[in-house]
């Protein structure tokens, strides 16, 4: 006999407010992430002794590239329809609506700059540096979207299920797969093991390896938990593949590639 039947998911995303200002769990767990981040890399610059100023310049990169990548992301591959017609919205971001896919293009798109203006290094050195936090930083991301109640499973007989009642899907009494912890939890591992690769081995010196891996591990995991989710947009019903599946896989491509040159070129000393 199983112990659980379900499990009765009903919290408050607001911690608390203060007039017209709210403190939410997605945007505490956001800022954790960056903040953790941010020790992570100090850590590894400190390790290979790169001036500690670009550490400061890297860090507004990214933050400003993930929150503009993320929530173009979500305007143009799952909203488009609605946000031509109402262009006040799309930077409405305190409405909700960020895509994991948009803030990855935009963090590649601000360390191509970043690389250029600031370290004079190949893209890849920071590229390689970057994912180990920001592995961490898409558990946090995931844990934020358990606390709002979104991105939830189909529903399921498997004793772990959550019937999430505050989601914004038909029977949200009915229990459901709970895949941001599913995700969360693979994304931890991804985490783990470049960690473990980057302190521990000479994976840092094989250009593009540890990229490559996370591309692998993190959009790898994404694509086979969307079979488990509810479509997040009406036009994805009757879709072979969902768009988090089609976006998805040129990222598991580029990592097999990455992973795959890294291999056979071998360390690099010189970077």
């Given at each position: 006999?199983?112990?659980?039947?379900?499990?009765?998911?009903?919290?408050?995303?607001?911690?608390?407010?203060?007039?017209?200002?709210?403190?939410?769990?997605?945007?505490?767990?956001?800022?954790?992430?960056?903040?953790?981040?941010?020790?992570?890399?100090?850590?590894?610059?400190?390790?290979?002794?790169?001036?500690?100023?670009?550490?400061?310049?890297?860090?507004?990169?990214?933050?400003?590239?993930?929150?503009?990548?993320?929530?173009?992301?979500?305007?143009?591959?799952?909203?488009?329809?609605?946000?031509?017609?109402?262009?006040?919205?799309?930077?409405?971001?305190?409405?909700?609506?960020?895509?994991?896919?948009?803030?990855?293009?935009?963090?590649?798109?601000?360390?191509?700059?970043?690389?250029?203006?600031?370290?004079?290094?190949?893209?890849?050195?920071v590229l390689?540096?970057?994912?180990?936090?920001?592995?961490?930083?898409?558990?946090?991301?995931?844990?934020?979207?358990?606390?709002?109640?979104?991105?939830?499973?189909?529903?399921?007989?498997?004793?772990?299920?959550?019937?999430?009642?505050?989601?914004?899907?038909?029977?949200?009494?009915?229990?459901?797969?709970?895949?941001?912890?599913?995700?969360?939890?693979?994304?931890?591992?991804?985490?783990?093991?470049?960690?473990?690769?980057?302190?521990?081995?000479?994976?840092?010196?094989?250009?593009?390896?540890?990229?490559?891996?996370?591309?692998?591990?993190?959009?790898?995991?994404?694509?086979i938990i969307?079979?488990?989710?509810?479509?997040?947009?009406?036009?994805?019903?009757?879709?072979?593949?969902?768009?988090?599946?089609?976006?998805?896989?040129?990222?598991?491509?580029?990592?097999?590639?990455?992973?795959?040159?890294?291999?056979?070129?071998?360390?690099?000393?010189?970077?």
């Amino acid at each position: 006999m199983f112990i659980l039947n379900y499990i009765t998911w009903n919290p408050d995303p607001e911690i608390f407010s203060l007039g017209p200002l709210s403190v939410r769990y997605y945007g505490l767990f956001f800022a954790i992430a960056f903040l953790i981040g941010y020790y992570i890399m100090e850590r590894m610059f400190k390790r290979e002794q790169v001036p500690e100023q670009w550490l400061d310049k890297l860090f507004i990169y990214v933050v400003v590239a993930t929150v503009i990548g993320a929530r173009l992301g979500h305007v143009i591959f799952y909203g488009w329809d609605y946000y031509s017609q109402h262009p006040g919205e799309i930077f409405a971001i305190w409405h909700g609506g960020l895509a994991s896919h948009g803030g990855a293009i935009g963090i590649l798109i601000a360390i191509w700059l970043y690389s250029k203006k600031v370290t004079k290094k190949p893209m890849l050195w920071v590229l390689d540096r970057l994912v180990v936090p920001v592995a961490l930083a898409a558990v946090f991301i995931r844990l934020g979207n358990l606390m709002n109640s979104e991105i939830v499973g189909r529903v399921t007989d498997v004793p772990w299920g959550f019937r999430f009642l505050r989601a914004a899907v038909d029977n949200p009494e009915m229990p459901r797969h709970p895949t941001q912890i599913y995700e969360a939890l693979s994304y931890l591992v991804v985490f783990i093991y470049l960690l473990f690769l980057y302190w521990r081995t000479n994976a840092r010196l094989r250009q593009g390896l540890l990229f490559g891996i996370f591309l692998l591990g993190i959009f790898t995991a994404r694509f086979i938990i969307e079979f488990m989710k509810e479509n997040q947009e009406a036009f994805e019903e009757g879709m072979l593949l969902n768009m988090g599946q089609i976006l998805s896989i040129p990222f598991i491509i580029a990592g097999l590639y990455y992973v795959n040159k890294a291999i056979k070129r071998g360390p690099v000393t010189k970077q």
